[in-house]
């Protein structure tokens, strides 16, 4: 397989089919999504790459191959196939210790919110999906690697630039607003939790991601469970044993309250200045353009909150010429936009849309399928935990 010498090694190294959509667009995305900007685009073609099947054979590898949010951009199908190459655990899975909770009132307060928020946002309404994120996060709690309260470790890293654990806490979805009936429902799961309720499946685990993406670490654990579509897994020997997670909960429950309003967006969007745009620029509807280079061939765009899928896709197209290689990325908040290429990590982990383009009309279109919701999975902006 010959890969153009002009790519950044992090992208040569380890090249993704990008959904099948091409060569062209999978150098493009490729590059995007790792925060490198490769020269020359539009003198990318086809006989140059020469990229065939063998790439189902490069390794599913983390280090320096091109990431997002941790997870090496494999097409879904492709991920689904190595996941499903990775054994389950074949011994008993022995369940976690019930968990003693010895906080004050406060506390349990906090804690209930904190796993009931953590079980709606990673599991939406599933009863097991909810129950077994709720065990992996007082599972974390009781483990030294992780923060020692409920709410340390939902929103761990949400504050520092390595990035959040749970994606949820640093990626928008905080501004999400569920059911009165949603909340009660998991509230109840997590009582039942915090009062030594036990979800066995899972065991001890640590860790789960989607079955539709294959992060660099997952084959490093011991894969223990599948619940509706995420895999569960622990770390090997001592570390991933019922005695590693052993550490009594004291309290100390943080408030959250202040990571939960964030700054006022009122104020953040008024205190940016107006867009500089060519004179060019075309208008488009249902968005604003923030960004746009003097070739027309990179944007960046805020997508309305009242906008569709199909409304981000239009804007798209019409910024985009035809017959050039093209690109549109398209965030929620002014404030998420960056000022320019390479994307820092923050704008590639609030990114709602990316839209790639190919001078013979090939399209990648990619969505953040927590706000654009309905849409294939295979449309969707992969994500990791």
């Known amino acids: 397989m010959m890969v153009p010498p002009f790519l950044p090694p992090a992208v040569r190294k380890v090249l993704p089919a990008a959904l099948g959509a091409g060569p062209v667009l999978a150098v ?16 990318i073609t086809l006989a140059e790459t020469r990229l065939g099947a063998d790439l189902a054979e490069l390794p599913g590898r983390g280090g320096d191959a091109p990431l997002l949010n941790g997870a090496p951009l494999l ?14 655990y074949a011994g008993r899975i022995e369940p ?3 968990f003693r909770f010895s906080g004050s009132p406060v506390d349990l307060a906090r804690a209930t919110e904190c796993l009931a928020l953590a079980a ?40 520092r630039r390595t990035g959040c654990q749970f994606t949820f806490t640093c990626d928008g979805s905080l501004a ?17 939790a915090l009062n030594g309720g036990i979800y066995a499946p899972v065991g001890n685990a640590t860790h789960y991601h989607t079955d539709w993406v294959f992060p660099w670490w997952s084959p490093k654990l011991v894969k223990l469970a599948r619940v509706e579509t995420h895999l569960f897994l622990r770390w090997p020997g001592y570390w991933g044993s019922k005695a590693a997670g052993r550490l009594p909960y004291r309290g100390g429950e943080p408030d959250i309250r202040p990571l939960l309003a964030g700054p006022d967006p009122a104020a953040t969007e008024a205190a940016l200045p107006p867009p500089d745009l060519p004179a060019d620029t075309p208008a488009v509807t249902g968005g604003q353009v923030e960004m746009r280079d003097a070739s027309g061939r ?30 549109v990325l398209g965030w929620g908040a002014r404030a998420d936009v960056p000022a320019a290429f390479p994307l820092p990590p923050a704008a590639r982990a609030s990114l709602q849309f990316s839209f790639t383009r190919d001078p013979a009309g090939a399209e990648i279109v990619l969505y953040n399928c927590d706000r654009f919701s309905g849409l294939p999975r295979e449309s969707c902006i992969p994500r990791a935990r």
Not at 75 to 88: C, G, I, K, Q
Request: charged share 20%; glycine share 4%.
């Open 28 to 43: 493009i995305v490729a590059c995007q999504l790792s925060g490198l900007e490769p020269p020359n685009l539009d003198a």
């Open 75 to 88: 097409p879904m199908d492709e991920a689904r196939a190595r996941n499903a190459a990775v054994p389950f």
């Open 96 to 98: 976690a210790a019930r």
């Open 120 to 159: 709606l946002a990673e599991a939406g309404p599933s009863d097991p999906g909810q129950r077994a994120v709720i065990q992996v996060v007082l599972n974390r709690v009781r483990h030294p690697a992780f923060a020692q309260t409920v709410c340390g470790v939902v929103f761990e890293g949400s504050l």
């Open 176 to 192: 999400r607003r569920y059911s009165d009936p949603a909340w009660l429902a998991a509230r109840a799961r997590a009582v039942e």
């Open 298 to 327: 990179a944007n960046f765009v805020v997508i309305d909150a009242a906008s569709s899928a199909a409304d981000a896709a239009a804007i798209a197209r019409k910024l985009c010429k035809p017959d050039a290689t093209c690109r």
